[in-house]
């Protein structure tokens, strides 16, 4: 049931079911959200069993604002505080301390919990009007199949859900991918997963540097070593190694598709092609959509070009490891 997202009864329609304890789909600037009211526990239930996600794998608790952010947190730590003066709302993550008896099933059981503030304005208005509805918050993780594609257009969560669950439609997702991660729960930032927003600019906000994830780090959204698959087998390949291989190739006995940079004239016969933007952004933007659009077409393996390795291609290159690896 795909609704009208800037229809101010629908936002109303949606909070009600939401403050019931329902499941809606909303758009953010990342991905389309798969939500549910934060703090009841039975309602968060619903999202695991929907998903078919481990119960003990965290989810993303959304909030209106900063203040919203204190109804989940025990305390915000000066590094946290700071960050999100600099980038909410927007596509960063923090996970702090969680306040006792509040978000326990959200946060997969952790003593920590991961609070976003979304910028797209379908989730802001929602946001509110839950908020109205006594709903201090929404968890939300991608609105698709544990460990598939995360769905940037609302026609994507209807293939992966049907047409009985309730989605709002705000049209394509800005950004693409999901929402960098930064832990602040240690006394210290700590990246745990990549996203459009890069090191350098998470550092400048945070006043120090970031550290890389440890075993000690806690369990956060998106970050198993297999994710964001799509049916097909993808590879991901250096580019010289790709053009080699469909040399080689010729028409393929299988249905291959290659997602790369401008390919020489001559390399490969028979295979769909999508060409890869040269601005992270857009790569970014584009990439759940191209897989998605793969897959639809029939491909049974997808040969992708490894993106640069420089600090804006982090989070692209992050999710292409992922669904390599699924």
């Not at 009985?164 to 930064?182: K, R």
């Not at 970014?284 to 600090?311: H, K, M, N, S």
Request: neutral net charge; charged residues 20%; glycine residues 10%.
């Amino acid at each position: 049931m795909v609704l009208d997202g800037s229809d101010s009864g629908v936002i109303e329609r949606a909070a009600g079911a939401l403050a019931a304890g329902e499941l809606v789909a909303f758009p953010t600037e990342t991905v389309y959200g798969l939500g549910a009211r934060a703090d009841d526990d039975a309602a968060v239930a619903k999202i695991f069993a929907a998903k078919g996600r481990p119960a003990d794998h965290p989810l993303i608790v959304h909030v209106a604002d900063a203040d919203g952010a204190r109804a989940f947190a025990s305390q915000v730590p000066p590094v946290a505080v700071r960050l999100v003066a600099a980038f909410w709302p927007g596509p960063l993550t923090i996970i702090v301390p969680r306040s006792a008896g509040i978000g326990s099933a959200a946060a997969g059981g952790q003593a920590t919990i991961g609070l976003r503030c979304p910028s797209h304005p379908v989730a802001r208005a929602l946001l509110l009007a839950a908020r109205q509805a006594g709903v201090a918050g929404l968890a939300a993780p991608s609105a698709n199949r544990f460990g598939r594609i995360s769905p940037t257009r609302a026609e994507h969560v209807t293939a992966e859900f049907g047409d009985t669950l309730m989605v709002l439609d705000g049209g394509p997702c800005e950004v693409g991918i999901e929402s960098s991660i930064v832990d602040c729960s240690r006394g210290r930032a700590v990246l745990l997963r990549p996203g459009v927003l890069t090191r350098a600019q998470i550092e400048a906000a945070a006043g120090e540097p970031l550290e890389n994830a440890d075993d000690a780090a806690p369990r956060a959204s998106g970050t198993l070593e297999a994710h964001y698959a799509p049916r097909a087998r993808l590879r991901l390949m250096p580019a010289d190694q790709l053009h080699q291989a469909l040399q080689m190739l010729g028409r393929p006995p299988f249905k291959l598709a290659v997602y790369s940079r401008p390919l020489p004239p001559g390399t490969g016969s028979g295979v769909r092609r999508r060409t890869m933007p040269e601005q992270a952004a857009e790569a970014a933007r584009e990439l759940f959509t191209v897989l998605r659009e793969f897959d639809d077409e029939g491909a049974q393996l997808i040969w992708v070009e490894e993106p640069p390795a420089t600090p804006e291609w982090e989070g692209v290159r992050d999710r292409l490891r992922r669904a390599a690896a699924s």
